[in-house]
């Protein structure tokens, strides 16, 4: 590989880490500030849930932007490994394929973590308004969906790396051994 490639894939590596170790910090805060509801009363007589903050919906939609940023940043750098120069056979071969697969499980399930933090989140802190009933909690996003997309967003930015690791290296080896100087084979004279 040469100077401009590992240069690249420098950058590229950097990128991706710096993506989604925001999405990693976006996803923590969106756990801290999670909207807790309070039961009021009103001069009605009549009761209903108030509830703070809702910034952690945003916080939660951003840790889902800039993880899916990182995410498809690599996915366009490599082409999704169904397009663009062929991978050598071989070990890096087959660590860039599970690489590859493991790093798309988890990010599917980093995305559904914070994507419906972010959704729960905002319906019970913007539609829930009035309730008339006798004994009753106001219900707040459950502890943990925020952390548990935080920690699938490292496992994610950890297999991206090593995705990309392996593939570069399985794509360099190709090139390599595609370069090589054919047998020359001549043909010998007829007499």
Same mark, same amino acid.
């Given at each position: ?43 009605n007589n ?10 952690? %919906?945003? =916080? ?11 995410? #498809? !940043?690599l996915m *366009? &750098? ?46 019970? %802190?913007? =539609? ?11 219900? #707040? !996003?459950?502890? *943990? &969906? ?45 007499a």
């Amino acid at each position: 590989m040469g100077e401009t490639g590992r240069a690249s894939s420098l950058l590229v590596h950097i990128l991706v880490i710096a993506l989604c170790l925001t999405a990693f910090g976006f996803a923590i805060a969106a756990e801290r500030r999670r909207s807790t509801g309070s039961i009021i009363t009103d001069p009605n007589n009549s009761t209903y849930c108030s509830y703070d903050s809702d910034i952690s %919906t945003g =916080y939660g939609v951003g840790a889902f932007l800039f993880l899916l940023s990182g995410q #498809s !940043l690599l996915m *366009g &750098v490599t082409k999704c490994m169904c397009f663009g120069q062929p991978l050598a056979p071989g070990g890096s071969r087959a660590w860039s394929i599970i690489y590859f697969v493991s790093s798309w499980i988890t990010f599917i399930i980093a995305e559904s973590c914070l994507i419906a933090g972010a959704t729960k989140n905002a319906y019970h %802190t913007k =539609y829930r308004h009035m309730i008339y009933a006798g004994s009753w909690t106001c219900d #707040s !996003l459950r502890k *943990g &969906v925020f952390i548990s997309g935080a920690v699938f967003v490292v496992f994610t930015m950890i297999l991206n790396v090593y995705f990309y690791m392996y593939y570069t290296k399985s794509t360099s080896q190709a090139a390599k051994k595609t370069s090589k100087a054919a047998a020359n084979v001549g043909m010998a004279g007829y007499a």
